[in-house]
DNA sequence: CTGAAAGCGCTTACAG
DNA sequence: CTGAAAGCGCTTACAG
């Protein structure tokens, strides 16, 4: 690979004048730009990273550290993220903490000595303190789906409104007439889910039993487990509001293998909207959580942490009702 | 930040002792070894890895392109990539070309520009003649995913016998006692599908009409749109093979829109074996990729070139047929 | 076994 | 407008 030493000795100048073109610099006369730009490309030069990286301590990057890809979830918000980050030239390193915190905080600590320039957490992939910590230490950090848990006004953070999500799923449902509403959540991440839930149910005066709470791990076979709990209950649900589409989707194909009737006999409501929630039979009623707002909001407000040296600002998006055949 | 300088200064040793400690070389005694460790943790120092990887040409980093993370495929592959380059002290640096090759241009230059050590390319998400260049240039390359587009031997690829997947996926309809079996496909990507399906055919004598081809763009709504094409047919096919699941399953949406039952008056069977397929109504029958043995492999090949200068290899991995309901 | 020096490939004041 | 020098934070021979 070509140096900036080899275009150097071709234009016959400096290394800080290469520099200085390179970097679109004012103070060069039009003549050596000229000649600087021509030694580039007879030479095929291209800058090395890491040396301005080390040089510049900045690095252009921006770690991402979600839980996993094989949730459409994460795997379309990373999506978008990419795209913005790209369009404001910056790289992204990518690390999944795969249900363990601990290797969260490992990739945290990779992140750090990579002199990334800023980090993106989503969904609790690494423990709250460690995310805490490494802010303090005056990295620039942005969290996503924290659930409920305070992590104070120092730390820039995006939310979506869940609570409400828990309002208007369950309010849909007693607007359909239903009484017998179950919720399948998984607990403590979804817990401003279940608030939304009780309080609409206790606005509308209506008891359920405390079976009608199931626990779920936000999979299709979590969903499809705390769905075959409640059917067996001796009075099951008429409807359940699952904390997200996957536990929707396996809850749906519970009452199916139960030869239960969508949503005649169990009407499904959902929160996330990924694509196979639309695809469904019957398709998916869902609460969407406005993936791409949520990610370019991230983009955002790392942006300015980062060049604006903004203070970290905390927003709250507001999630969408989607009416489709199963409630 | 603590940088090696502090450490140096506290444990009154120099500099490269401390490198000497820290990078486990064996010539350093006993006492200064402690002393250095000591100081170390008293000053908080962690390696500064910008550093390291321009004293060192190496950056323990992996580049890898993809065409988009909302294809459940890529999502999935790259999330086994990410745990197999974890699991061997690597990271990657994650770039989408989102349908636009001479994105992928770009990202490839950026990779090569920040060092990374090795590159994977799934999908074609660059153009073939940039990435067989950057082979050619000495940087460990593993491609993926390339169709029939030949390559030469000179570059280490892992593929899927998809040849092979047609055959078996068409011969599965022959067996249901099928004769009007379309496909629905991406020309030219999936043109080796195209070809097993074309060769089963012939080999039982069966004529199909040139209709019974259409052409997909690999998503739902390409598989819908494609169906209902073949739908509109004089004499419709009671059989479809699909280059992909996603196509698969909104072939079946299609179908279920316009009545059809499946597999009773339609049959279809899908390619890639994605989550989805497994819980659909009716669950789709599909011919499985190995997706974790293909990034597991892809890992392998690319570490044999970095770090054990191995010749490139290519291998070629063998589909399953996974039998449901849908044929 | 340890230290001093050169080097990785850039950028950034600072003279001139 | 241009060059020489120092610096970013490490590693790696090379003396001793």
Redesign the pocket.
Known sequence: ?????D?RRRA?????????V??D?????????QRVWAAIEEVG????R???D????KTQTLGVLVPSLSNPYFAEVVETLEAEADAEKYELMLALSRGQPRRGVRHLERFTSRWVDGVIVMGGAAPTADVLALAKSGKPVVLSGWGPESTGPDIARVEIDLRQAGEVATQLLLDRGHRRIAAILELPVQQTRLDGYRATLERASVRVPSKYLQRGDSSFTGGLRAMNALLALPTPPSAVFAGNDAMALGAMQAAYAAGKKIPGDLAVVGVDDVAEAGRAHPTLTTVRIPKHELAEMMIRLILGLIEKKASPEQHVLTPELIPRESA
Chains 1, 2 share one sequence.
């Open positions: 690979m070509a140096t900036l030493d275009v016959r100048v400096s290394a800080g004048t290469v520099s200085n390179l970097n610099k004012p103070l060069v006369s039009e003549a050596t730009r030069y291209y800058p090395n890491i040396a301005q080390l040089a510049r301590g």
